[in-house]
């Protein structure tokens, strides 16, 4: 779509923060999208999937569930496009051997099971609300320590190990798809600054959680739908600037010339694709690293506690060893499919998933959080520029809303604002 004037932007990377950037810039300017992959979206990946009576069913399999409380930018996003969502079941589950419960489910899901009359399952329901209590203090706390890590933390307040391995690892590794290490290594006020901005630090106080009606893959059709230029399965080898902008090499053709370009890769794919990055720009997007997650879809319940009152949409799986996560999304369950299969999306779990039961597999990345990784963050406005710009979720807690935050941001640094709306109309399904 033509813009309001002459100038050109390549935007590079097709995830949430280049799509909302591109969706604000393509306002004023002609937008040229780059995508490395054949589809567009990023972790808005959907799937049609045969859904067990012969039609076909959209599934999403990375970026699952938004609320209106913490999601306000991609809300309006969605407002905007006309995209419809309806309400989801947001709940989490943990099956430790014989051990199987369920938060966020009453009491039937926290006592699924005869194990969970167990004394130290029964102290570990207090120290949750212990947990909660001293991590709201340390938030009170004017001076805190940004360094201490969530396992210092735990350590320093003394909470069991039965806690640490059946309930706060758990959380955060299932809520971050990191290993159950790279958990316990997480900032702990900047993580509590989190549970607490999503209601987690309280037994009740969660926002109302949302998936997107026929998936996620919906609004990113409808952006792409209004850029000028789309370019998918075509790798950006090198971006250098110039006087006058920057100059984009493609995998597809010739040097291309641009007035800016928006960077809305991961770090470490910034850095690669930068022809002559900066010892500062080395500095701060080379101290953010990333993991990454072999995930499955399929139909193979086993993975999901054995006692249905212990299943909810989030189950993780204590395996021996903390080297990498499992947990099971219940997407069924999270996007109100009524077909008669079920399904499931599992990280880690190439040795727990019955293989005849896969539809598809994927290789998914997160930032990992670290205290010199957030520290490293912190500094990433530092280098933007009038030609380049950076945007990705990594420049916040690195899910969906933060990427959308991070291309509003980028687009306004290269001159494309959001008009403030007076009154919000949600687009929303039964």
Known sequence: MQGQDGRSVAVIGSGVAGLTAAYL??????VTMYEADARLGGHAHTHMVDGG??????????????????????????????????????????????LEYAGALGVKGLFACRQSLRPRYLLMLAEILRF???????????????????????RRHRFSSYFV???????????????????????????????????????FGSPTWRTVSGGSATYVHAIAARLDEVKTGTPVRALRRTPDGVVVQAADGPPRSFDAAVVAVHPDQALLLLDEPTPWERAVLGAIPYSTNYAQLHT??????????????????????????VVSYDISRLMRLNGSRRFVVTLGGHDWVDPSSVLAEMTYSHPLYTPESVAAQRLLPTLDDDRVVFAGAYHGWGFH???????????????????????REAVLTC
Not at 25 to 30: D, F, M, P, V
Not at 176 to 185: E, P, Q, T, Y
């Open 25 to 30: 810039l393509s306002a004023r300017y002609r």
């Open 401 to 423: 809303e933060d990427g959308a935050v991070s291309g509003v941001r980028a687009a306004r640094r290269l001159g494309a604002d959001w008009p403030a709306v007076p009154d």
């Open 53 to 98: 009576d012969g039609r076909m069913t959209p599934v999403d399999t990375a970026f699952l569930v938004h609320n209106d409380r913490t999601y306000p930018t991609l809300c309006r996003l969605f407002d905007e496009l006309g995209i419809a969502t309806q309400e989801s079941d947001m709940s989490m589950s943990v099956r430790a051997g014989d």
């Open 165 to 203: 391995e059946y309930f706060i690892t758990p959380l955060v590794a299932a809520v971050w798809s990191c290993a159950g290490d790279d958990a316990l290594r997480y900032p702990a006020r900047y993580l509590f600054v989190f549970l607490d901005h999503h209601g987690m630090l309280s037994v």
């Open 300 to 325: 193979d319940e086993s993975v999901l506690p054995r006692h249905r009152r212990a299943r909810a949409s989030w189950n993780y799986l204590v395996t021996p060893g903390r080297e990498h996560v």
């Open 132 to 154: 909660h209590r001293a991590a709201a203090r340390l938030l009170r706390e004017d001076v805190g320590d940004d360094l201490e890590t969530l396992d210092g933390f735990l």
